[in-house]
């Protein structure tokens, strides 16, 4: 509508510019005959002048229709517009710029522009994640304050340790003299006692058995103990010995058993027993001193695990006993 109406209006000025020539020609014309119609085209012009007048006026009135209605669609266009969720309207890219022409065209009302489509809400971006809390690293512990050292004391002296004295031979159970050699008794003079021979168990009993017949057989869990020793000190008489007191059969101690001998014609404390050169009965001689058996009655457990003892005389002291081994 709008280019319509400015057609219109071009045609009517050019219509005008064509008629003004036409009336007004130049100075150097001559007069002529025409010159006596001169009122006729000058009425005919103003008549012409008159009707493009209205019809121009017709075409402004269409003008100023297009425009009221262009106005409308303008704010309804905004008003779309503004209705519409915000976005960055997108540039139509620039019309081509037209040729020039000799008589130059009105330019046309723009239409209005299609809507632009709303451009698309951007996605929120991604919340970054939080990182990682460092680990607190280990206090290091408080060094220790070292304690003042004491002062060294002056060490003691060490004093040498006293080696003990051997026992000698003969002086204690399990170092007992050994079978067939003489050892020295205590409190006498200078006498010697020799263990010559032991006999145990079975072999006891058959000599027991075969030097008397009436003689019985040691009680059930014992066995018979012979002993063949020699009493001697040179020429001196050993008459003094008293070999029934002094004389016992001893295990082991500290609680070993201690079995004696009764004396003449017995056996431990079996009496009536007889012996084969019984020792209580033998008299002493110049060369051999004094020889003869004793007898011991022990148990089973003991038997072979005893030693003959002197327990020095009545009254003596422990380092008196002597020991003589039986094996």
């Known amino acids: 509508m709008k280019s319509l109406a400015l057609s219109l209006v071009a045609s009517v000025a050019f219509f005008l510019f064509a008629c003004g020539q036409t009336a007004n020609p130049g100075p150097t014309a001559a007069p002529t005959q025409a010159s006596a119609n001169t009122p006729d085209i000058q009425a ?43 976005a960055t309207p997108t540039p139509e890219p620039p019309t081509s710029t037209p040729e020039p022409t000799a008589t130059p065209e009105p330019t046309r009302t723009p239409e209005p522009s299609s809507t632009p489509e709303p451009t698309s809400t951007p996605e929120p971006t991604s919340t970054p994640e939080p990182t990682s809390t460092p680990e607190p690293t280990n206090t290091p512990w408080p060094t220790a304050t070292p304690r003042p050292t004491s002062t060294p ?7 040498p340790t006293p ?25 006498t003079d200078g006498l010697t006692l020799r263990v010559r021979e032991a006999v145990w168990a079975e072999d006891a009993w058959t000599m027991i058995d075969d030097w008397h017949p009436l003689n019985d057989r040691p ?9 063949d020793i020699q009493v001697r000190n040179g020429e001196s008489l050993t008459t003094g010995y008293d070999a029934q007191v002094r004389l016992t059969a001893q295990a082991e101690p500290p609680n070993g058993a201690i079995y004696e001998w009764g004396g003449t014609d017995h056996c431990g404390d079996i009496p009536e027993t007889a012996l084969y050169r019984d020792f209580s009965r033998m008299r002493h001689d110049a060369n ?3 020889r003869g058996y004793i007898c011991f009655v022990v148990t089973h457990n003991d038997s072979g695990r005893v030693v003959l003892v002197d327990n020095g005389g009545e009254g003596a002291a422990p380092e008196d006993k002597r020991y003589w081994a039986l094996r």
């Open 219 to 227: 009680p059930r869990g014992y066995h018979y103990l012979l002993v």
């Open 163 to 187: 080696t003990p004295t051997p026992i000698p031979v003969g002086h204690g159970w399990d170092i007992p003299f050994p079978i067939r050699e003489p050892g020295t008794l205590s409190n």
């Open 44 to 86: 005919t012009v103003s008549a012409g002048a008159q009707a493009a007048v209205e019809v121009a006026t017709v075409v402004a009135a269409s003008v100023q229709a297009t425009v009221e209605v262009a106005t409308v669609v303008a704010v309804s266009v905004q008003a779309t517009v503004q209705a519409q969720p915000t």
């Open 153 to 159: 004391q002056p060490t003691a002296t060490p004093q």
């Open 288 to 290: 051999n001193g004094r």
